[in-house]
């Protein structure tokens, strides 16, 4: 079965960076596409970035030029770095395929303090 676990959270200042990690197992990760997805306290999950089984990106608008999402197919690891972090980037962190399935994994918290 698909196991997700995502890892990295943590409470930072505003303008900090972080860099979360998605370890993947159950799934031929390689030719998988996966991204990254949040959910702020009181919104709906939303998608953040995501990226190809040949290594093609998209970002939401919000994030572009700040989080850069990568993959290591060896590890059958996926990473969201994150640089100059905003209070409005305070969500719990989901890692899934993209498009979405039911593989939702407990989240990373990632909490931006003013």
């Known amino acids: 079965q698909v196991q997700l676990v995502e890892s990295g959270g943590g409470l930072v200042q505003a303008g900090g960076s972080l860099r979360l990690s998605c370890a993947a197992s159950?799934?031929?990760?390689?030719?998988?596409?996966l991204a990254w997805y949040r959910q702020a306290p009181g919104k709906q999950r939303e998608w953040v970035a995501a990226i190809g089984s040949n290594n093609n990106t998209n970002y939401r608008n919000s994030v572009k030029g700040r989080f850069t999402i990568s993959r290591d197919n060896a590890k059958n690891t996926m990473y969201l770095q994150m640089m100059s972090l905003k209070p409005e980037d305070t969500a719990v962190y989901y890692c899934?395929?993209?498009?979405?399935?039911?593989?939702w994994g407990q989240g990373t918290q990632v909490t931006i303090s003013s």
């Open positions: 159950g799934l031929i990760f390689s030719t998988s596409a």
């Open positions: 899934n395929l993209f498009p979405d399935r039911n593989y």
